[in-house]
C-alpha cells in the first residue's frame, strides 16, 4: 500500500491567497453597490482515521474553502456564502448577498464596527503547528491506542473505536475599511472510546487528548488504558435514592458549567431578555473569592485569537471579579442593541480560566464528605430564562470521603443562580484541553433524584 498523506497547505501562499480573494470580494460588492462589506475566508486540511477493533474502519481526508460574504447597503444586511472561489461563483454570492439587503428591513444596529476600533497588531500566538502524519501512520497510533484500551482487563469486551485526527488552516477576516486580518491555526487529537462487560451489565466510556502542537499530545497508550480505566469503574453502577446533597462536578464537565454562565451573559441573551441574569451587570452573583477572565492571545491557546468576528482586537479582560458580575461578553451588535460598547467577544470568549482554591479532586471529594462525584451528564435539560438545571447524570456515590460504588440513571436538578452562589470549591485538577480552563467544582445543595 502506498504511503498516503494528509493534504497539506501552504500557509504563506494560502494567506495571500485568501487575502487578494477578500480584497477582490470587497470590491465586487462596491461595483454592486453595496455601501459596506465583510468577508471570511477559510482554507482547510486534514487526515483522520479510526480503527475498531484491531481493524481499519475509515481513513478520511479533506481539504476544503469557504467564503462567508455580508454586504450592508446603508443599514439593511444580506448574507451569502459560497466553497467556489472562480470569478464567477464569487460575482453570483456577492449578487445574491446584495439582492437579499436590498428587500430586507434596515435595523438600526447593524454595520461594520466602527474604523478606529479595527485591530492594529497581530502577534504571533504560537497556534500554527501541522502535523506531517500519513495515513498508515496514522492508522498505527489509532491501533496502539485502542490495543492498550482492550488488553486492559478482560472486562473490556468491545468498542467504539480509536481515532487519531490532524486539522490545519488558515482564515482570513476582511471588510470595506481596508482590515485584513489573518489567523492561522492547527488541531490535532487522539480519543479512544470502549465497552465494559460484567454479567449482564455493560458500561462505555472515553478519554481523548487534545494540542495544538502533536508533541503535546498524550502518549497513545495512555489515552487508550484512561479510557479503559474510566470504563470499568462505572461497572456495578447504582441508582441512589432521592436527596439533597453537595454535588462535584469533575474537571471535564466544569467547562459546561461556566459555558451556562457566559451563555447567560451573552449580548444576544440580553437583547432578547431571554436570560436568568439580565440586568445583574455590577451584582454579586458568586461567592466573594471566585474570579473568572479571559486571556485570548495565550501563546498556544486552544481558544487563542488577535481579534474577533467584528475585526477588534482581543484584550485580556474579567468578567467575574471577586464574586460581581463586572462584564457582558458582547460583540458590536449586541452592544449597539443594548446600548453598550462590544467588548471584543464576536465569536465568544477566548481561553477563559475559572481560579481554584481548593487541592485535587481526592481533596475536594474528602472535603465534601457525603454526596455525588459527577463524571458524565446527559440531555440539554437547561432554561436560559429561569436559570432552572436539570439533567441526566453518572458518576460515584461518596461517604465519609470516600468513593463507595458507580451510580447511573439519576438526575440531579437545581437553578443556576444558586449553583453560582453556592459554589464551595474549585480543585487545582484543571482539565487544559478547551477554551474553557477549570478545576473540578464542589457545589452544595443539589437536588439528586434516584430510587
Known sequence: MATQVQPVIDPVMEEQRLTNLVSDIIDEARRQGATACEVGASADAGLSATVRM????????????????????????????????????????????????????????????????????????????????????????????EEAARSFSPLITNSDGATVNTHQGCRVYGNSHGFIGPHRSSRQSVSCVVIGQKGDEMQRDYWYTVARNANMLEAMADVGRKAADRTIKRLGSRKVSTATVPVIFSAELAGGFVGHLMGAISGGALYREATFLLDHKGQKIFPDWVNIYERPQLKGGMGSVAFDGDGLQTRDQSFIVDGVLESYLLSTYSARKLGMVSTANSGGAHNLFLDSNAGDLEE???????????????????????????????????????IQYPVSEITIAGNLKDMFMNLRAVGNDVDRRGNIQSGSLLIDGLMVAGE
Not at 62 to 88: C, H, L, M, W
Not at 131 to 141: K, L, M, V, Y
Not at 367 to 395: E, F, H, K, P
Open 54 to 145: 484491531g481493524e481499519v474502519d475509515t481513513v478520511e481526508f479533506n481539504k476544503d474553502q469557504g467564503f462567508g460574504i455580508t454586504v450592508y447597503f446603508g443599514q439593511r444586511k444580506g448574507s451569502a456564502s459560497t466553497s467556489d472561489a472562480t470569478p464567477e461563483a464569487i460575482r453570483d454570492t456577492v449578487r445574491a448577498a446584495c439582492d437579499i439587503a436590498r428587500y430586507t428591513s434596515e435595523d438600526p444596529c447593524a454595520g461594520l464596527a466602527d474604523a478606529d476600533q479595527m485591530a492594529t497588531e497581530f502577534p504571533d500566538l504560537d497556534l500554527y503547528h501541522p502535523w506531517g502524519i500519513s495515513a498508515e501512520e496514522a492508522i498505527e497510533r489509532a491501533k496502539e491506542c
Open 364 to 402: 475536594l471529594v474528602k472535603d465534601m464528605g457525603t454526596g455525588l462525584l459527577v463524571t458524565s451528564l446527559i440531555g440539554q435539560g437547561i432554561n436560559m430564562v429561569t436559570g432552572d438545571y436539570s439533567r441526566g447524570a453518572g458518576g460515584f456515590w461518596v461517604e465519609n470521603g470516600e
